[in-house]
């Protein structure tokens, strides 16, 4: 297993870059990896109060990241990965904040509520959790897809969770009590 992401310099025009060792790739190029690409990635803006952090911390991240997302006010950064785990990173430090183990499958969806208290996974284990984002309890599972979820959205108050999956469905969640709304 390689470990990605350690920062290496700067480039001609003074962005900070980062990439892996160049014999762990057989001697390629390193690439440029700018914080932005994580909101790019996933759709999300960068919050304007996010601190820019030291990207060496990514080394002791997961083996492949499939989403990330940014907490509502920039403080925190969750990511999910094909280790199976969600993990919660301090954005300012780069600190890890703890570590989510419980899915089965490849994580491939994280995001927070809009009230950056709760955020969701979901995972090739055809499961939607939901976690409290202060102490990473395990809110609930929320099950009823038969296959891996690959897309999740909450609604702007925060009250309904969407998920998406390979089985060709889109599901309505309650976040409060996780009650399937609607298929």
């Given at each position: 297993m390689r470990k990605l992401c350690r920062v290496t310099g700067r480039s001609g025009g003074g962005r900070r870059y980062a990439g892996t060792?160049?014999?762990?790739l057989g001697g390629r190029a390193r690439w440029p990896i700018f914080l932005a690409a994580a909101a790019l990635l996933t759709g999300d803006a960068v919050p304007a109060n996010a601190v820019r952090p030291n990207i060496k911390w990514m080394a002791k991240g997961h083996y492949a990241v499939n989403s990330l997302a940014f907490s509502p006010d920039g403080q925190l950064l969750v990511s999910g990965s094909d280790d199976n785990t969600v993990k919660l990173w301090q954005v300012s430090e780069g600190a890890l904040v703890r570590t989510l183990n419980d899915h089965t499958g490849f994580v491939t969806?994280?995001?927070?509520?809009?009230?950056?208290?709760?955020l969701?996974?979901?995972s090739f284990d055809n499961l939607v959790k939901l976690w409290r984002t202060t102490d990473g309890s395990l809110l609930r599972n929320l099950a009823g897809h038969t296959g891996p979820v690959v897309g999740l959205a909450f609604s702007p108050d925060g009250q309904t969770l969407a998920s998406g999956s390979y089985d060709h469905t889109i599901r309505l969640w309650q976040v409060s009590n996780g009650a399937l709304i609607r298929i």
């Open positions: 060792d160049r014999a762990a969806r994280v995001i927070f509520a809009p009230d950056g208290q709760t969701a996974s979901g």
